[in-house]
């Protein structure tokens, strides 16, 4: 079974520390759960993460996580999906976990329209060459907790305050750069996204 929680606008650092004890206190037997929220403004950096991404954060705070990746930006208009599965239970090595929430980032994309490809190497979703999602991982006792990032309808400008992902000069992009006018809110995408990784991990939709 797979609870959805739908977390509203939270700061990163409780939703952070609440995804942490979540997954130490779980058991085999205790459901998955998917996150579904906005983070407010706020530069994360990954475990192994090299300051020197970050260019110039100005009035964005900058936390230290324990994801893996280097720095990436969180902020309102962008749908993050805090994946905690247990990789024991369905059989999955970190790879294929990443791999089929890009195939499901990807589905969704496409399904409006939007020609989004995944990038096995440089982890992500991409669109023209520039970067629409994000994801960010780590696993503890065999479980997931962190997740992915969406960018849908929000203010760019912060990335250009860093080297996304460690990547000097790469693009950001979102779906209301495609979409316009249309584009979804972020409850819908996140009923979509939803869908996609159900299909992905568990079989149905």
Not at 105 to 134: C, T
Not at 173 to 189: C, E
Request: charged residues 20%.
């Amino acid at each position: 079974m797979l609870i959805i929680k739908p977390l509203g606008i939270v700061d990163y650092q409780p939703t952070w520390e609440a995804m942490r004890a979540f997954t130490d206190s779980r058991n085999a037997d205790t459901d998955d759960e998917l996150w579904l929220l906005e983070h407010t403004p706020v530069f994360t950096l990954g475990q192994a993460g090299k300051p020197e991404h970050v260019l110039a954060a100005g009035d964005i705070p900058l936390v230290q996580s324990d994801r893996g990746g280097q720095v990436t930006y969180h902020g309102p208009g962008q749908l993050t999906a805090y994946c905690l599965f247990d990789l024991k239970r369905l059989n999955l090595g970190p790879r294929a976990f990443v791999e089929k929430i890009e195939d499901a980032v990807v589905n969704v994309l496409q399904d409006m329209g939007i020609p989004a490809v995944a990038n096995r190497e440089a982890h992500g979703v991409y669109v023209n060459g520039k970067k629409i999602a994000s994801l960010g991982l780590r696993i503890r006792k065999g479980c997931a907790y962190h997740g992915l990032s969406l960018n849908v309808n929000m203010d760019l400008e912060p990335f250009t305050r860093i080297n996304p992902c460690g990547y000097a000069g790469l693009e950001m992009t979102q779906i209301k750069d495609f979409l316009g006018d249309a584009t979804p809110s972020l409850a819908v995408v996140g009923v979509r996204i939803t869908h996609a990784l159900q299909k992905q991990f568990f079989g149905r939709r």
